[in-house]
């Protein structure tokens, strides 16, 4: 960056925060955005600054990405695209231009990367008026990178799984703290076995991967040595190895296919072809977790019996099945079996550490643990953010009139974190910045609110309601719908998206203050139907960015 930045005298004695532009660079687009490569090319370069009209209006956009890898100015990118994607789908708007505008701006003592564009919103009488549309990023995907073991996760999942199970046959009824009262919490009779499957799952994948390594490292350093694990049990190994090595590659295969298939539609809803092996696929992933299960199993039962009585082990596999296939008592079949096993046990684990690390990380703070400081560190960077959004004024009036915010999967998390610690703020300095009217709406999608809060309950670990109290003056978002509430709050989810869900324990329909349009509107994706991949799909479908337009402009 060559050109100073300047900060003017007045600025120095007074705190109006206008925000002021680093750098900025603008492109035409075609009827397609560019890719992320493109899209971003001009930032950290020379730029001099269009001169345009001055907007009548401006509306911020906040977005905070969910669990994985991502990389900065990502969900900008993807955020943007899909908004202005939808705009002919949103009654009462319309794009002024093809132009993106992507600029550094310092507010105050922030700087932060942002993306525009500009829009005709229509106003009384049939007016028209200039928007500009400012879209930020809350980026903390660092921050947990490295920062996460497969024992912390294994161990947050076997907690949320206990606590899950714990929950589902309590004896006495579940209640939270919600609108200053002790509310019950609506049970998912289905639960139970969710979570038991749950259980089933990490176990059966921690004995794959242990005895996976264990017998890798038998046949390496055995030297031709007799060991416990010789022909008959390494054949029946082998065999299970295999049976659960083709299930897996069939369904990844087939959910390629069916992703092909995703990518190449287009239409509003999911074509009969699509639906039909998006089930089927729902269907195998169900077989899936079974094979899973009954393999870990398998190789439990099996080894111990190896170890224990290796005669019995050799009778049986003189016996069908593994009579029919001779071939897996080979080398040839034990390298090419338990190689593709090991690249996928390892790939699990890589994932494991990737995506429910995250939530790990961020989600343990119903108890002490390591990860305090990440957490910390998480909701700093996406409070400085959003904080900065709400506090910038020009002439002594706030910066922007109207504010949305959205969230995925953990990201909506940290978001709804973020806007109770903005309006927490804006209450104890006498509400200066006017946060909970100017926040037009929320869009969490892919969101495991619910779960969280039904998994780790405070109530269900024995503690009185005085801890629950406390962490609701956190939460003006479930303390007051008339004074913190007054928002549109869609939720989108799937079915097919096993984190996300209905939320619906951040609404209390007894409330004095309910009504219909401050509860959270849930609403079900119809295209997010790819089994694994729902989770992901929102991203390229139109609903979270046609309701979030209608939230944002809605009069």
């Given at each position: 960056m060559t050109d100073e930045i300047k900060q003017s005298e007045d600025q120095d004695n007074q705190s109006i925060m206008t925000p002021e532009v680093i750098q900025s660079s603008d492109f035409t687009t075609q009827p397609t955005l560019p890719p992320l490569s493109t899209f971003f090319k001009s930032i950290g370069t020379e730029a001099e600054e269009e001169a345009l009209p001055a907007p009548q209006k401006r509306y911020a956009v906040f977005i905070a990405h969910g669990m994985g890898q991502q990389v900065p100015y990502e969900t900008i990118d993807v955020a943007t695209q899909g908004l202005r994607r939808v705009i002919d789908k949103v009654d009462g708007i319309s794009l002024r231009d093809d132009k993106v505008r992507t600029r550094a701006v310092r507010i105050g003592t922030q700087v932060h990367e942002r993306a525009e564009f500009d829009l005709n919103v229509e106003g009384e009488e049939g007016t028209s008026e200039k928007v500009e549309v400012h879209v930020y990023e809350a980026y903390w995907a660092p921050i947990t990178e490295g920062q996460v073991k497969l024992k912390d996760v294994m161990s947050f999942l076997l907690q949320g799984f206990w606590g899950g199970i714990r929950n589902s046959f309590k004896s006495l009824e579940l209640k939270h703290w919600i609108f200053?009262?002790?509310?019950?919490?609506?049970?998912?009779?289905?639960?139970?076995?969710?979570f038991l499957l749950t259980g089933l799952i990490i176990f059966s994948l921690v004995a794959l991967n242990a005895l996976t390594g264990l017998i890798a490292a038998a046949r390496i350093f055995s030297s031709g040595q007799e060991t416990w694990l010789q022909g008959g049990l390494l054949t029946i190994l082998t065999f299970v190895a295999a049976t659960l090595s083709i299930i897996l590659l069939f369904y990844g295969i087939s959910l390629r296919l069916v992703q092909a298939l995703s990518t190449a539609r287009q239409e509003e809803s999911p074509g009969?072809?699509?639906?039909?092996?998006?089930?089927?696929?729902?269907?195998?992933?169900?077989?899936?977790?079974?094979?899973?299960?009954?393999?870990?199993?398998?190789?439990?039962?099996?080894?111990?019996?190896?170890?224990?009585?290796?005669?019995?082990?050799?009778?049986?596999?003189?016996?069908?099945?593994?009579?029919?296939?001779?071939?897996?008592?080979?080398?040839?079949?034990?390298?090419?079996?338990?190689?593709?096993?090991?690249?996928?046990?390892?790939?699990?684990?890589?994932?494991?550490?990737?995506?429910?690390?995250?939530?790990?990380?961020?989600?343990?703070?119903?108890?002490?643990?390591?990860?305090?400081?990440?957490?910390?560190?998480?909701?700093?960077?996406?409070?400085?953010?959003?904080?900065?959004?709400?506090?910038?004024?020009?002439?002594?009036?706030?910066?922007?009139?109207?504010?949305?915010?959205?969230?995925?999967?953990?990201?909506?998390?940290?978001?709804?974190?973020?806007?109770?610690?903005?309006?927490?703020?804006?209450?104890?300095?006498?509400?200066?910045?006017?946060?909970?009217?100017?926040?037009?709406?929320?869009?969490?999608?892919?969101?495991?609110?619910?779960?969280?809060?039904?998994?780790?309950?405070?109530?269900?670990?024995?503690?009185?309601?005085?801890?629950?109290?406390?962490?609701?003056?956190?939460?003006p978002?479930?303390?007051?719908?008339?004074?913190?509430?007054?928002?549109?709050?869609?939720?989108?989810?799937?079915?097919?998206?096993?984190?996300?869900?209905?939320?619906?324990?951040?609404?209390?329909?007894?409330?004095?203050?309910?009504?219909?349009?401050?509860?959270?509107?849930?609403?079900?994706?119809?295209?997010?139907?790819?089994?694994?991949?729902a989770h992901v799909e929102y991203w390229k479908n139109d609903l979270v960015f046609v309701e979030f337009l209608n939230g944002l402009i809605e009069k």
């Open positions: 200053e009262k002790e509310v019950p919490m609506k049970r998912n009779q289905m639960a139970a076995f969710y009969k072809l699509r639906t039909i092996f998006s089930s089927l696929l729902w269907i195998g992933f169900w077989i899936c977790c079974a094979v899973v299960i009954l393999a870990g199993l398998a190789f439990l039962i099996f080894t111990a019996i190896g170890y224990i009585s290796p005669s019995s082990i050799d009778k049986l596999v003189t016996q069908p099945p593994f009579t029919y296939f001779p071939f897996l008592g080979k080398e040839l079949a034990w390298i090419i079996v338990w190689g593709f096993l090991f690249w996928v046990t390892y790939r699990v684990k890589k994932l494991l550490v990737q995506y429910p690390g995250d939530v790990a990380a961020y989600i343990s703070s119903f108890k002490l643990d390591q990860f305090a400081e990440i957490r910390k560190k998480i909701k700093a960077a996406t409070f400085d953010v959003l904080d900065t959004i709400y506090t910038a004024t020009e002439n002594n009036h706030s910066y922007y009139e109207r504010v949305g915010l959205m969230g995925h999967s953990l990201g909506s998390v940290v978001v709804y974190d973020a806007l109770n610690a903005v309006i927490t703020k804006d209450v104890l300095n006498n509400k200066e910045n006017n946060v909970s009217n100017r926040t037009k709406v929320l869009v969490t999608f892919g969101s495991p609110l619910d779960k969280t809060a039904y998994i780790f309950s405070a109530f269900a670990t024995g503690t009185t309601s005085i801890r629950e109290k406390l962490a609701t003056t956190k939460q978002l479930i303390q007051d719908y008339k004074k913190y509430r007054n928002f549109k709050w869609v939720n989108i989810y799937s079915k097919r998206d096993i984190i996300s869900g209905k939320l619906d324990y951040y609404d209390w329909e007894d409330d004095k203050n309910y009504t219909e349009e401050r509860r959270i509107d849930n609403k079900e994706d119809p295209n997010a139907i790819t089994p694994l991949v």
